[in-house]
């Protein structure tokens, strides 16, 4: 069981492009939720994905959007980049939606802004 | 809205001390507390968790009390190791809305560092 999978693990980009964050699911599980981590900080809900659709938001612009494929994975896009996007970005998988379900966590992407 | 409130690190132990690391909340319904660990260079690992009042989770030697009376999910260890040198994030999964799905909200986390 290869576990969450995010892809790529590191990038860089400039102020103003777009970016795309890949995640993998643990297998069997069908509930994909992105965090972003500020250094030194906890991580923050971005949103979650369920069906393919977007079940709940966090407080984020909608410079961040998402999608969800049928095999369960998943896209973060953040666009026109900003310096205080960098950040370590998780992905966590869970099957269903109820909290008492285990949320698995990816290694994450670490994404900066120069 | 719901929150999650842990005592600032870095917290500095010497092998085999005990660990306290506080952790209090505030929620609106009935949450579920965990406590995640962070090695260097990692994800999320799950740690333990609680999902009603006075439970207790546990784990390698890790355990925590859900205290509803004082909102407190307080994690402990008798006797830490080198290798539990990590940041320990403590969480709440709560619904605000019964059509609504549950997420994780994160206290800041606390650095522990144990030196042999």
């Known amino acids: 069981d290869a576990g969450v999978t995010q892809s790529p693990t590191h990038l860089i980009k400039t102020r103003g492009q777009q970016v795309t964050l890949r995640c993998s699911p643990k297998s069997g599980h069908d509930t994909v939720s992105w965090y972003q981590q500020a250094l030194g900080q906890g991580p923050q809900f971005i949103f979650q994905?369920?069906?393919?659709?977007?079940?709940q938001r966090g407080n984020f612009p909608d410079r961040f959007s998402g999608h969800q494929f049928p095999n369960y994975s998943s896209e973060l896009n953040v666009n026109a980049l900003l310096l205080g996007d960098s950040a370590l970005y998780l992905c966590a998988s869970s099957l269903g939606t109820t909290g008492n379900t285990e949320a698995f966590f990816g290694q994450g992407t670490r994404l900066t802004v120069v | 809205g719901d929150s999650v409130t842990q005592m600032e690190g870095p917290v500095t132990l010497s092998e085999e001390a005990f660990l306290t690391i506080n952790c209090t909340y505030t929620?609106?319904?009935?949450?579920?507390l965990f406590w995640y660990v962070q090695y260097p260079g990692e994800g999320l690992q799950l740690l333990l968790k609680?999902?009603?009042?006075?439970d207790k989770g546990s784990n390698k030697g890790f355990e925590a009390t859900y205290r509803k009376e004082t909102t407190s999910f307080h994690l402990e260890k008798g006797s830490v190791q080198v290798s539990d040198s990590a940041v320990y994030f403590c969480?709440?999964?709560?619904?605000?809305?019964?059509?609504?799905?549950?997420?994780?909200?994160f206290g800041s986390g606390t650095r522990l560092l144990v030196r042999p």
């Open positions: 994905y369920y069906e393919e659709e977007e079940r």
């Open positions: 929620a609106t319904g009935y949450p579920s």
């Open positions: 609680a999902t009603k009042a006075d």
């Open positions: 969480a709440l999964s709560d619904r605000t809305r019964m059509d609504s799905s549950y997420k994780l909200i």
